[in-house]
């Protein structure tokens, strides 16, 4: 058989299939969903989204590729000067991948939210938009530490609840700190939620775990973070969740705290896990999101020891003059 007629009968085959109505194996939705991807950091950038010598990042490179396959379009920017309701209207859905207040001059110099962009983004998304977030999307506009506002002393480790920042209310949950990279336990709690069919009852895997407090009463809970055995004062809590779904308005959230590391990104677990989130985050499909915290991490309020009741740290020696 010829190239040629292989890729005849290929393609005959795949129309059979389509005229079946039945999906291919690789087949993408019929609809083609437009998500932005933004990332950037006025605070810490992380290495899979820094942009060396011109080229897209890390990650963007691995959602460029994997986009198209799932009838995904991302379009990629730092650019907080997007952030308008004419510029917002454009997308389907918002995938954040940022740092502290975006608002704020500074950072990696990119271009700040004008004043009003925030609440465009939480308005476009309580209507109807998707929101997507990995890892320290969940460190970004921290209660009581953004512009205009006083902070608190060690108000990262208190539950504010309905007090908490309005896009950590919508997003589910807020980052209190990290410790050491190290492999750790993530428990399935609902294997039927889309891209959780590779994932089995749960699996390890080596990352920069994030501890995280604030957790929207209404969380549908999808993978819960297994304390037992973690370094850090961090962790010494009982388990709390780590990738959620929820309802913010008519808008759809998905939030994971994976995603630091490049090996991360391309292990076929967190991406199917990813891209299923995105899927249902841009309506693409459906899933059960009833609220389940309660029942999966009963005591995911209780935080871990505050930075103050840990041990002082030696103060460094001056250098000589």
Do not use: C
Not at 241 to 259: D, E, I
């Amino acid at each position: 058989m010829s190239r040629r007629q292989m890729l005849v009968q290929t393609g005959a085959g795949a129309l059979a299939l389509g005229l079946l109505g039945l999906p291919s194996a690789h087949s993408a939705p019929a609809t083609t969903r437009k998500v932005l991807f933004f990332s950037r950091s006025q605070g810490f950038e992380h290495s899979v989204i820094k942009h060396k010598e011109g080229e897209l990042s890390h990650a963007e490179k691995i959602l460029q590729e994997l986009g198209p396959k799932h009838g995904i379009e991302f379009t990629f920017s730092k650019d907080g000067g997007l952030f308008t309701k004419e510029s917002l209207a454009k997308f389907d859905a918002f995938f954040f991948y940022t740092t502290l207040d975006l608002a704020d001059e500074g950072g990696d110099h990119q271009p700040p939210m004008p004043p009003d962009g925030k609440a465009a983004l939480l308005d476009a998304i309580k209507n109807g938009k998707g929101f997507i977030g990995t890892h320290s999307a969940s460190d970004t506009f921290h209660t009581h530490e953004n512009k205009g506002e006083t902070r608190e002393p060690l108000s990262r480790y208190r539950n504010y609840g309905d007090k908490a920042d309005p896009y950590i209310r919508m997003l589910g949950g807020e980052f209190i700190k990290h410790g050491a990279q190290q492999k750790s336990t993530m428990r399935v709690t609902d294997p039927k939620f889309p891209g959780l069919k590779s994932a089995g009852a749960g699996f390890e895997m080596h990352e920069e775990w994030y501890s995280l407090k604030d957790f929207a009463k209404d969380l549908h809970v999808i993978l819960v973070q297994e304390t037992a055995g973690m370094t850090g004062s961090e962790y010494k809590r009982p388990p709390y969740p780590a990738t959620w779904a929820r309802m913010h308005g008519q808008g759809r959230v998905f939030f994971t705290s994976m995603g630091h590391r490049e090996d991360v990104w391309t292990n076929p677990v967190f991406q199917d896990i990813l891209f299923g989130g995105i899927a249902w985050a841009v309506k693409n499909v459906n899933a059960d999101i009833a609220p389940n915290i309660e029942q999966v991490t009963p005591q995911a309020s209780e935080l871990p020891p505050s930075g103050a009741e840990e041990p002082p740290k030696k103060a460094a020696k001056p250098k000589p003059a």
